[in-house]
C-alpha cells in the first residue's frame, strides 16, 4: 500500500470504497504489531471520573463499557449505593453508583454516563461512573496483602482493588435481604 | 409410717420434673420436698365445687380419648408392624390426654399418657421391638382406664395404676424414655417423622437434594435449552423495533422520491424553457423555473431584508454557439448538456424508484420471515417447556397406592376418586407434591379412621381433582371426615419450594377440602405489568381477583405497592388502579393493594435471581425484550414481610384503607381441641375481665378470625384439622389483624417447637398448666402497647 504513510485528506475522500476497506484493514492489521504498552511488571488501568475525584479500575476486569441503561430496577433493602439491576448478556447483575460506594456519601450522584461491567472470578457487577478518562499503565499490585477497597493513590486517582469490592458488594447487598 | 411406693425423682423425664417445677409454682400447689414426701396412695385433684362440672367435661373427653386408644391398638394387633397408623393416632391421642390431665391436675394420668406417648415414639423409630412396645401400650391404657375410673367414681385420681404401669414396664425391659444427654434429648436430637424440622423435611421433598427426577437427560441442559430458547423469543422485541426503524426509513426514502419527481419536472421545465432561449437567442436573464421557486427566492430575500432582483447569469460555457444550434448538417436530434442532466436525472430517478419497489417487497417478505420465525421460536419455547411437564396421572398414581395400602391396612373401604389425570404440570412440582400428600393420607387421613372407626362402620372417600382455571391449575384434594391436624404443616416446604398456595375449607361430608393452586409451568408466569413509581413490575395472575379503579373504601386494607416496596413514595393522580387479591377462602379478609398503573399483560419466562439478590416477596426476575430486568412479585409475602418490619419496629403498618375498628373488650380466642381446657382458660380469662371466643381447632379459628376480630389468640399445637403449625403458616402468608397477637398454650415444650411458633410469627409461648397470674400477665404486656 504506497499510500499508508501520510495519506492526505484528499485521497482518503478519493477512494473507493473497496480501497477504502483495504486501508482500513492495512491500519488494524499494522498497529496489531505495535508492542504492548505494557510489560510484565505493569499493568493498565482506566482513568474513571467521579463528581468528587477519579479513580482507577484494572482493564484486566473490565469485561464491557456500556451507556447506561435507561431503566434500571430498583430492588428493595438494599445499600444507599445499590442502583438497582439491569441485564447484561441475558442475566442480571447488580449496579452500584461507584461515587457513592467509594465516598460512602448519600448524596445524589452526577449524572452517569458509562457503566462498567466488571467481573472477577464468578462475581459480575456494574460500575456507574460519570465519565472515563484515559487508560495508563501502573505497576503490577500483589493483591495478597490487601485488605482495603482502595488500595492507594496515583497523584489524584484512588487505585481500587475490584476483587475486594466485588466481593465486599455482594455480600453487603446479600445482608440487605437479612435485614428486611 | 413408711412409704409403700417411694418415689424415685430419677426415674422421671425432663418433661415430668418440668410438669412438676411447673406445679410447684403454682400458689396452690404446696412446694415440697419431693424426695422426702410420701406420696399418698390416692390424690385428690384439686378440684374446687364450682368446678365439677369441669371435671365432668374432662372425663368424658379422657374416656373417648382412651376408646380411640384402644382401637389404634386393635389397629397394631392387625398391622403388625411399625408402619401402623395406630401408633401415630395412640402417639397424638395420648399427647391431647396427657396435656388436658396436667391442666385439671390429674398428673398420674397425665405420667401415665406421657409414657405411652413416648413408647409409641420408640416403637415407631425401632428402640423397642414391636410386640414388646404393643403389650407395654396395652398396659399403658390400661393403666389410664383405672386412672380414670377412680377419677370419676371416688374424685379422687388413684396413684397406683401408674406404679403398677412402671412395674409392667420395667418386666418387659421398656424404658419409656430415651437416655438423657446432658445437653440435650434424643427427642431433640432425633426428632421423628411427623416432627421433622422444617430443615430436615426440605431434605426429604427438596427435589434438588434428594428427589428422584424423571428427566431422562441432563436437567442443566434442559435448562439451558428452556434460556436459550427464551432467548430467542426476547428477540421479538428488538426485531420489531428494527423493523420500524426500516419501515421509517422506508417512508424517507418514498418521500424523497417524490421530492425528487417533482424536481424532475421542475427541470424539464427549466429544460425546456433555456432551449426555448437558446432557440431564440434570448439567453440572458436566470429566471426562476417556476413561480413558485420565485417566490420562494422573494420570501427569503424579504425575511433577510433585501429586495428579490433576478441575477445575470453568466452563459453557461458548454453552451453551444447560436450558429451551431442553428446550422444542423444532418438533421438529427441534438442534445444540450442540460438535456443530457434532465436525461440522467429522469433514468436516475426511475433506478431510486425501481429500487424502492424492491426494497418495499423485499421488506414484506422479511416481514412475513421474521412473524414466520417469532411464531416458530414461540413454538420451540413452547416444547422445550412441556419437556418439564408431565401428566397429573403420575401423582394419582402415587396417591391411589398410598390409599389402598392404607385401606389394607385399616380393613377398611376407602375410595379413591380422581380426575383431571391428563392435564399436565411441572414434573418437579408433580415430584414434590408427591411425598407430602402422600404423607398426608398415611398419617393424617389415618387417625382421622382411627378415630372415626370406634363410632361407625361407614366406608371413606378421598378424591383429587385437577382442574385448569386460566393459567393456573387447581388441585381439590379432599377427605370425607375430619383428619388429623398439620395439613399445612406438612406441605409447607412443597408450598415454599414451588410458590404455590394453599387453602382448607370444610367439605358437605363433614371433611376438610384443600385447595393447591399450582402455574402449569413452574418458568413461565403470565400475569400483569404494572408501574410503582418509575418502576415496571410483574405480579402473577394467580394473586389478582380483580382490577378495581373505585375510590379506596371498600376494601378490608388497603396498601400501597410502592410502600410495601419500600420505595420513595410518588402519589400519582386519584384514580390509581387498586389490585383485589386472591382469597384463598371465602372467610378471608379483601386485602387489596393500590399501583401507579396497570400496563399490560405479560407472558415472560421468570429466573431465580442470584442468590445475592433474592429478597422476600420476589420470587424471581424476568428479562423482556428490550433487556430491562423486571421484579416477579409475590404480594401477598410483601404485606407479610411489609407487617413483620412494622411489628419489628413498634410501627403500626401504614395503610390506605384500614380495616373499620370499633372499640370494644379486649378479646381472646381460645384455640384449642380441649373442650376442658377451653372451658378452664375460658373461666379465667372471663374472671378478669376479658371476652372470649372459642374455637376447637385452627379452621375453625380461621373462619372466625376475621368476623370477631380477637385482640389476641391462644393457640394450641396439636389439634384435628389444621393445627396450631398450620395456623401459624396460614396467618403469617395471610395476615389478617396485623397487630393481633398470638401466644402458643400448649404442653409441648421442648425448644424446637418453641422456635418453630416464634419462625412463624407467635408472640410469645406459654406451657400447660399455665398460671393464671402468668397467662394474665402474657396477655397484659402484649395487648397494653397496643391500646387494648
Known sequence: MPFLDDLPAQRLQQMTDEEFWNYARAQASASSKIPALHNASTEQYLECDLRLGTCLIALSFIQEVLPPPQLIARLPQVPSWMAGVVAWRGEPVAVIHLERYVFDNDDEPAGSSMLLIVTCEDITLGLLVANIGPTMALPVHNPEAQTEVVRGKHENSLILDIPLLLVDAMQQIEAGAEYA | ????????????????????????????????????????????????????????????????????????????????????????????????LRGAALAIGCDSMATIAHHIEAIAKRVKVGHIPYMTGLMALVQGVHALELTLESVVEKEQESIAPLLDLEKDLEALGVQAQE???????????????????????????????????????????????????????????????????????????????????????????????????????DVQLERPPSSLVERILRDAARRKGRDYAPKERATAPMMPSAEDALWDEMEIDRYTETNLLAHSLSEAIADVSTATSKLQQAFARLEAVIAQHMAKASLARGDALALRNMPCRRLIERLQAAVTLLATRLKREVQFEFSGEEIELDQEILDVLAEPLSQLVRENFAEGVQA??????????????????GSEVTLEFGFSLPVAGGLVDVLHSALKYASLSVSLQRNEEGGITLFLRVPRSKGVVQGLLVRAGEQQLIIPFSQVRRIDYAEPGQYDTLYSLTLLLNFPEIRSGKDRPILLLERNADYEPQLAVQVDEVIGQIEIVMRPSPNYLRRPGIPGMAIDGKGNVLLVLSLPELIKQYVKRCQNTGELPEVLQ??????????????????????????????????????????????????????????????????????????????????????????????????????????????KPVIDEVLIGTLRRLLEPIGV
Do not use: C
Not at chain 2, 714 to 723: A, F, G, W
Open chain 2, 1 to 96: 409410717m413408711p412409704d409403700p411406693f417411694p418415689f424415685d425423682h430419677s426415674k422421671l423425664s425432663p418433661e415430668d420434673l418440668e410438669v412438676l417445677r411447673a406445679f410447684h409454682e403454682m400458689e396452690d400447689f404446696a412446694p415440697k420436698d419431693t424426695s422426702t414426701t410420701q406420696l399418698p396412695e390416692a390424690v385428690k385433684p384439686e378440684i374446687g365445687d364450682e368446678e365439677e362440672d369441669m371435671l365432668l367435661i374432662f372425663a368424658g373427653e379422657a374416656d373417648e380419648d382412651i376408646g380411640t386408644m384402644r382401637e389404634a391398638l386393635r389397629q397394631m394387633e392387625q398391622d403388625d408392624s411399625i408402619d401402623s397408623p395406630g401408633l401415630f393416632t395412640l402417639q397424638r391421642r395420648a399427647h391431647k
Open chain 2, 658 to 767: 384500614p380495616a373499620v375498628e370499633e372499640h370494644r373488650q379486649p378479646t381472646v380466642m381460645i384455640v384449642d381441641d380441649s373442650i376442658f381446657i377451653r372451658e378452664a382458660i375460658s373461666q379465667t380469662l372471663s374472671y378478669h375481665g376479658y371476652q372470649v371466643k372459642k374455637a376447637h381447632d385452627g379452621l375453625e379459628a380461621l373462619e372466625r378470625l376475621w368476623d370477631e376480630a380477637p385482640d389476641a389468640l391462644l393457640l394450641d399445637i396439636e389439634m384435628p384439622n389444621m393445627n396450631g403449625f398450620d395456623l401459624l403458616h396460614v396467618l403469617s402468608a395471610r395476615p389478617t389483624r396485623p397487630d393481633m397477637k398470638i401466644i402458643m398454650l400448649t404442653s409441648r415444650f421442648s425448644d424446637k417447637h418453641k422456635e418453630r411458633a416464634f419462625a412463624l410469627g407467635a408472640h410469645d409461648y406459654l406451657t
Open chain 2, 452 to 469: 372415626a372407626s370406634s363410632k361407625d362402620d361407614s366406608s371413606y372417600r378421598i378424591w383429587l381433582h385437577a382442574r385448569t382455571p
Open chain 2, 179 to 281: 437416655e438423657i444427654p446432658a445437653a440435650k434429648s434424643d427427642e431433640e436430637q432425633k426428632p421423628t417423622s411427623d416432627e421433622q424440622p422444617a430443615e430436615a423435611q426440605d431434605e426429604t421433598i427438596f427435589p434438588e437434594k434428594n428427589l428422584t427426577i424423571m428427566h431422562p437427560f441432563d436437567r442443566t441442559r434442559l435448562d439451558h435449552l428452556l434460556l436459550h430458547t427464551e432467548q430467542l423469543v426476547e428477540q421479538q422485541a428488538p426485531l420489531e423495533d428494527a423493523q420500524k426503524q426500516v419501515a421509517a426509513a422506508l417512508q424517507e426514502l418514498q418521500a424523497a422520491q417524490a421530492r425528487l419527481r417533482r424536481l424532475e419536472t421542475l427541470f424539464s421545465m427549466l429544460s425546456y424553457s433555456g432551449n426555448n432561449a437558446f432557440h431564440s437567442q
